[in-house]
């Protein structure tokens, strides 16, 4: 059983990996925070950097990457490449 593997999706950049390591670490922070302040602090960071990993996710990464199909399938159109615009 283990652990659960996924693969890295490649419209994600590295520095989104990044971010999500980090917010994983968070969540750890916050599962084995003991006080109240504590608690609320880290529930905090994790809230913050959450966020951060959404955004860089659905409005930088999955944009630039359609953006990026939407040109080369055009680039293969103009060449009258089928094959390569599918």
């Keep these: 059983m ?4 996924s693969k890295k999706k490649s419209w994600i950049t590295s520095d989104t990996w ?5 917010r994983r670490d968070l969540k750890g922070k916050l599962n084995q ?3 109240g302040q504590q608690k ?3 529930q905090r960071e994790y809230s913050e950097k959450d966020r951060e ?3 860089s996710c659905k409005m930088i990464n999955k944009r630039t990457y359609a953006k990026n199909l939407a040109r ?5 159109a103009r060449k009258g490449d ?3 615009s599918l």
Excluded at 2 to 5: R, T
Excluded at 18 to 22: A, G
């Design 18 to 22: 990044k971010k999500t390591d980090e």
């Design 82 to 84: 089928i094959k390569t």
């Design 33 to 35: 925070a003991v006080t």
């Design 2 to 5: 283990g652990k659960a593997s």
């Design 53 to 55: 990993v959404k955004i």
């Design 72 to 76: 080369e399938a055009e680039a293969a």
């Design 40 to 42: 609320r602090q880290a």
